[in-house]
Every structure is written in structure tokens, then in C-alpha cells.
């Protein structure tokens, strides 16, 4: 039977295997299929109790734990819209997001609800007419935000999750449409402010059929994944948990990373696949015995970020086990490339596209670039999303193309090769940074007249930000300014966003038409890699 809505895969896996084993936590709580199903079943009738209706958007403001298992999936099965969202963000950033989705329901955990409260109560002072720091288009859109606390105690006006699974309400009527909208995922978009791309059950269901055609298969149905990829992220939440479902094989949820836990948990559980960010090679580096911990493992999947194909090389070379990369987007719902569909190794590759998309390169014109040229890469597939939150602008054109702002070169083989970026985007940790957005923030600060912010490489995170700042005349020590920065920076950005590093500079380079020259600041970032520069 052709499936139109991502939820139905759990209810069919319930009925193939209810007492496998589908979902477990690191300290062993989990969920057979059956009972996964049950959960999710509950959720959306008690989500109908508190008057949430189809279309309506509820905010997933939780780590790696079951009820972001459960409480996504009963969204779906609710015909609701899901907004899962980094919950280590800060209030100001949620308050944004939950103004801008017209969410009006927040599930939240112990480790998120403060920020969610003060962010929540933002919203609803700007409904009532107070002046806050929300735009007056975010607030046009907002509803009044209620809160599903999960595992805490709860405050007047708020539900605990417990009483959501208990809730009498209706059933929930199937509505076999796979354009309906299942999720929204805050990304960075040109603009600088991050924008929800608008993903559909179509767009996901599509990108898990077509990562089921590669050959090998990247999950068979008797693996055991690892799930340390935030649930947030379009990778973690789609190309694993989504592959999980589709194959009914078995997730491991880690809620924190640490290097020597993680690859304990690998040998207890006899851990097959390894879906893994480019940080990981680097904490891993130099671990005694690293080839015998990682005995279960026959496949790791590195995505959201490049990997160099020396780390590649090195890796596979100490522990035998295979690493394939690929290239993804959250607008693709994310894969696009695999190493696994290339025809053969090549270093620095990140693969050929997935059965059923379609690559093209394209010049500053629009032209199709010929040949081995570099240029703009365009996608197409069913599995691309329908345009940005909330007017579908920005989504494929009528022929179905959609331009990444990414620029790569073909080889005649069909592999995608990496150049450059369009967009300025620093990738921490597998999560975009835009840095217009950081540097709006560090403007706010007292004493700062301007402010350029870059990415320049990391070891640990494969990129990290630095913010070049002026300060006005009237401001002190630069130490002075730089901890005024770092400080305000950590009260309104996650903290992947914030800068690594700072520096206080009397000017910031610019063109002749007044636009910073950031070439030149990663030029003097790359002499003091070099070890040219103090």
C-alpha cells in the first residue's frame, strides 16, 4: 500500500513486529513497536482534548528522549504540524519561532521549559500590546502558546505530558494526503534570520524511498542505529529516525554526547550503523583500541558537513569499517548524494545522487554549466520541500528545479564535488550559523559601532565562529568590549552560535561599495592558522 503519511509507517510496523523492540534510551527505557504505536495513537487523540486541530503547529522543544519519538509522530498521526526545534535555544530565539510558526502547543522537558516560559511569555505580551523585541509581522501570526511539560512539575495554565496520553478525545480522521504539511525546520535562508522550510509527508516519505534504493542499504531491518544525531536536525529526525521506521530496525537514543560513553554504549548494545556528524572522527582520534570498541559497527554515515577525504582514509585505515558521506539540505528532506552510490572511491567526493533526484550545475546566468566547471548546484526530486514558512516563497520553480547556493563540479562519473558556498553560512557541529543573525546580536551590545563574523576551521567542530568587532569612540580596553560582547552573545544565541572567538579591531575592510570584505578576514584567519600571526 503507497504511503501518504509518515505516522502510518509506525502503525504498520506495529502490526508486521509489535514486540520488536523499535525504540530504547541509553539507560534502557524503550518502546516495542506495539507500544510505540499505542503511545503515538494516544497522543494525537489527547492532542485533539486540548482543541489542537488539524493544520495547527505544536513546537518539539526536547533532546534525544522517547517522548520526541512519541510526541512527533502523534503530531503527525493528528494531521498537526511539527516544529521541532533546538532545545538548547534561548528564550528570545524560541520566542521568535514560536511567534513566527503560529504554534499552540510547546512540549518542553526539565532542561527546556525555563526558556520556554520566558518565551512564551513573550508572545503573549506582545499579543496583549507590550513592546517587545518581536517584529510586527511575527506577531501578526502568533496564537497563544500553551505548554506540555514533560517529566516536571507544571504551573497554572500548563498540561503534563502524562495527562496528554490519558486524555479522552475524538479519533483522529485520516486525511490520505501526502501534500498535507508535516513539519516545519528552521534553517538559515538568505536573509540572514532563519526561516522554517515548509517539508511535506510527500517530501519526507520520498527522500526515505529513495535512500531505500541505494544499494548496499544504508539500514537493514536487523540493525542497530545509533541515535546520537540531534532529533531536531532534518538528519537525525528524517534519514534516521525516518530510515527506522521504514526498515522497523532498532534505535539507540543518546541523549549527551561524550566520546568514551557513546562507543561504550557500542559494544553493550552491539551497535550495527553509525549515523555521525564530522566532529566525532576528531574526538575519536587517538582512542586506544578504537577498532575493537567499534566491533558490531559495518557502516558509518557521516552527513551535515563535509568530511575531508584524509579523515576518511585514516579512519578506515585504523578501524576497517567503511565511512560514506553524502551531501544534504534540510529543504531535500535532507539526502541528495551518497559515496554509496558512486561508482567507485574517490577522495573528497561526497557522492552521486540518490535514485529518483536529479543534479544540475548552473552558472551566475542560470545556464547549465558543460563539462567539469564548477557552479551553482540545483536539485530535483519529490523530495524537495514547498518553499519557506509561511508563503511557500523561495521553493523549486515550475520545473520542478531548486537552487541550493551551493557551488560544487560534476565528474563524468556523475560524483558531487564540494567548492563553496553562496551563502555565508558557518557550519558548527553540523548546525548552520548565519552570521548576519550573530552580528545583529553583537551590534546590540554598548560601545560596538559595527561587527563582521566568519567561520574559520575546527578540529573539534569542523567550523567555529569568530566575530570581528569596532569599537566606538567612547568605548575602553578592547578586553573590556570583548567580554561585553561574550557576554550578551551567550544571553541571546545558542550556544553553537556564539562566537569562539573575538577580536577588537579599529576597522573592518571594505569594498568601494561598502560591503565588508570577509575574504580578506579569513585571509588573516588562514595566516594565523599558519602560524604567521599571533
Known amino acids: ?23 530504547v534510551e541509553s539507560d534502557g527505557r524503550g518502546r516495542t513497536w506495539g507500544e510505540l504505536e499505542r503511545e503515538v495513537s494516544s497522543f494525537a487523540t489527547g492532542l485533539g482534548g486540548l482543541g489542537v486541530r488539524a493544520g495547527h503547529r505544536m513546537m518539539i522543544v526536547l533532546g534525544n528522549r522517547l517522548e520526541f519519538v512519541t510526541s512527533y509522530l502523534g503530531v503527525l498521526r493528528a494531521q498537526v504540524v511539527a516544529v521541532p526545534v533546538n532545545p538548547r535555544s534561548t528564550a528570545d530565539e524560541l520566542a521568535r519561532m514560536i511567534a513566527d510558526s503560529g504554534t499552540r ?47 516536571g512539575p507544571t504551573e497554572t495554565g500548563e498540561v503534563a505530558y502524562a495527562d496528554v496520553l490519558a486524555a479522552q478525545g475524538r479519533a483522529v480522521p485520516l486525511l490520505p494526503d ?45 540493525d542497530v542505529v545509533l541515535g546520537v544525531l540531534p532529533l531536531f536536525h532534518v538528519y537525525g529526525l528524517n534519514a534516521v529516525l525516518g530510515g527506522i521506521l521504514r526498515h522497523r530496525a532498532k534505535l539507540l537514543l543518546v541523549e549527551q554526547w561524550d566520546p568514551h560513553t557513546v562507543l561504550d554504549l557500542i559494544e553493550d548494545e552491539a551497535v550495527s550503523v553509525l549515523p555521525v556528524a564530522p566532529p566525532v572522527f576528531a574526538h575519536w582520534r587517538g582512542v586506544e583500541d578504537l577498532a575493537d570498541r567499534l566491533g558490531p559497527v559495518r557502516l ?3 552527513g551535515s558537513a563535509p568530511l575531508s577525504g584524509e579523515v576518511v582514509d585514516e579512519f578506515t585505515a585504523i578501524t576497517g569499517v567503511p565511512v560514506h558521506q553524502g551531501y544534504g539540505l534540510t529543504e531535500a ?12 572511491h574517490q577522495s573528497g567526493s561526497v557522492g552521486a545522487a540518490l535514485p529518483g533526484i536529479e ?11 558543460s563539462g567539469e566547471d564548477p557552479g551553482e548546484i540545483q536539485v530535483r526530486g519529490a523530495n524537495l520541500f514547498s518553499g519557506y514558512w509561511p508563503d511557500s516563497s523561495g521553493g523549486p520553480t515550475r520545473e520542478g528545479w531548486w537552487s541550493t547556493g551551493d557551488v560544487g563540479f560534476l565528474d563524468a562519473s556523475g560524483d558531487l564535488f564540494l567548492v563553496d558556498r553562496l551563502k555565508e553560512l558557518v557550519i558548527v557541529s553540523g548546525f548552520n550559523v548565519y552570521p548576519s543573525e550573530v552580528e545583529e546580536v553583537i551590534r546590540e551590545v554598548p560601545g560596538v559601532r559595527d561587527a563582521a563574523v566568519i567561520g574559520v576551521a575546527d578540529e573539534q567542530t569542523g567550523e567555529a565562529v569568530v566575530a570581528y568587532v569596532v569599537g566606538s569612540d567612547a568605548q575602553g580596553a578592547a578586553d573590556a568590549l570583548a567580554d561585553a ?3 550578551h552573545t551567550a544571553a541571546r544565541l545558542a550556544r553553537f552560535k556564539q562566537p569562539s572567538r573575538i577580536e577588537v579591531v579599529d576597522e573592518l575592510p571594505f569594498t568601494v561599495t561598502g560591503k565588508v570584505q570577509k575574504g580578506r578576514l579569513r585571509g588573516i584567519e588562514r595566516r594565523r592558522a599558519l602560524g604567521l600571526l599571533e
Open 485 to 487: 560582547v561574550r557576554e
Open 1 to 23: 500500500m503507497l504511503q501518504t503519511d509518515l505516522a502510518d509507517l509506525v502503525l504498520t510496523a506495529a502490526e508486521v513486529a509489535p514486540d520488536r523492540l523499535a525504540v
Open 105 to 151: 502547543l510547546v512540549v518542553a522537558d526539565p532542561h527546556s521549559v525555563a526558556a520556554v516560559r520566558s518565551a512564551c511569555a513573550q508572545v503573549v505580551s506582545a499579543l496583549d500590546g507590550a513592546t517587545t523585541d518581536l517584529d510586527a509581522d511575527l506577531v501578526s501570526r502568533a496564537q497563544r502558546p500553551r505548554i506540555v511539560v514533560v517529566d
Open 359 to 369: 543534479l544540475r550545475l548552473v552558472d551566475d546566468s542560470g545556464h547549465v554549466v
Open 333 to 344: 528532506a535532507p539526502v541528495v548524494t551518497s559515496t554509496l552510490c558512486s561508482e567507485r
Open 178 to 222: 501526502p501534500e498535507k504539511l508535516a513539519a516545519l525546520l528552521y534553517t538559515s535562508g538568505t536573509s540572514g534570520r532563519p526561516r522554517a522550510a515548509m517539508l511535506t509527508h510527500r517530501a519526507l516519505l520520498a527522500n526515505l524511498a529513495q535512500i531505500a534504493e541505494v544499494e548496499p542499504p544504508m539500514i537493514h531491518g536487523d
Open 300 to 302: 558509518v554515515l557521516s
